[in-house]
């Protein structure tokens, strides 16, 4: 063997890992399927690192923005991919937007550069016996991703995300919603948003005449309708089909009037630090901005805050929640890492985060060290927490980094500030780590 670790894909992640690995003096093959006659259906290029959709980082804004906290805490881990999006920005307010073909040529051009990497034009359809990160991303080979499905078993890769909206549990009003369970079964474990009928009737028209985000060509034939159909169409289906379905009211006593509401909206904790609330059966197809308009009339979320709205997109991911241990090591054969969107975070950054620390884990591993993971409290080890453990195994659907996957800071703040207590407790806890690991010569 010729490497000493194996990369599958040279997207974010997978390009992210292997410079990680090769500066750490470990020797890479990067096997990338783009430029050996295979190709994704979103992807128009053979580079390396290439951004399939929008050109943007998100924000860069480190002290009030969970995403921008997360580019400084990469570029302090000598991230190739934001040194690569710094040195090709175009202007974009506080955003983080680059020119993409001078960035992925950039990624690309590094890489080979690299006298530890060597980038293979090779489409790989099984798992390897040898160290390996797989970050073949939402749109995996299917070969590759049927010998994932085997390994992992039955249901463990999903092959569409179907989100429903998740709120931050703080912003949803109490005083109109309350906690129950159906007909009063275990703990009073969900928030019930309560709906009259003329608040119902309302909600449905508004979800009939609410704005659409379109299918893809190469999504369209996906069939996604039986487990999972969006809110709209059952809501065009007729107007008592959600009130037969997601939100039926009956055995709910709702404490502020002893009846059960006409109809009502459901909302299930998400992370095991209870920051995180999905609205159950809530999948949708509604444009973003459409979906803050409409959900907000529903009692008790008027001021609701969302960590991340809805979707319904092809993507390919895993429950590793269930399937990874804390250094992203497929529990079941620990030869092999994951890194990237395959294991459920979502976004070109985080992604690129991922495959950065799952690279800083196998290069600890192959000098006998045990790289400790980040701490919750910064970005990173909020993300590589949330996907590793503290997501809800049984509702894990992909998530952008966001303050919720935080523990919260003490006391109550006005928003700005809480959002700085966030961020200076992060930096602190951020430095304190690498302060440590360095020592340890872990990273
Ligand atoms: C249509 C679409 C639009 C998106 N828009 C956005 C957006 O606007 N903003 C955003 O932040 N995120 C967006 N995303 C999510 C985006 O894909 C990820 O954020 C990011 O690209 C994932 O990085 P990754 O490295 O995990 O996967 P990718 O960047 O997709 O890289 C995976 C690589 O693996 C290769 N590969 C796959 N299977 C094999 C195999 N069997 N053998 C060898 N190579 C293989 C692929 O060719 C690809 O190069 C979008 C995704 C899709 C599908």
Redesign the pocket.
Known sequence: MSFDVQI???????SEAAWQLAEAGLRVRL????GGGD??P??ETDRLA?M???NSFRSDDAEHNAVGLLHQEMRDLGSLVMRCADQHRVPAGSALAVDREAFASEVTRAIEQNPNITIVR????SLPDHPTII???????S??AEAIAAQTGQGALAFFDAIAPIVHRDSVDMDVAWMAARWDKGGKDYINCPLDKAQYDDFIAALIDGEKMPF?DWEKDTPYFEGCMPIEVMAERGPETLRYGPMKGVGLDNPRTGRWPYAVVQLRQDNALGTLWNMVGFQTKLKHGEQVRIFRTIPGLENAEFARLGGI???SFINSPKLLDRELRLVSKPNVRFA???TGC????E?AAI?LIAARFAVAESTGNTLTPPPAETALGALLGHITGGADAETFQPMNVNFGLMPPPPGRARKADRKKAYTERARGAFADWLASARERETV
Request: proline residues 2%; contains cysteine.
């Open positions: 599958i894909g040279g997207g974010l992640a997978g096997s990338e399927m783009r190709t994704t979103a992807h290439e399939v959709c929008s090779e489409r790989v359809d970050a073949t991303g939402p749109l995996t080979g070969a590759l893809k997109h092809r993507n990237g969107q395959i979502e976004g070109y950054v992604s495959g």
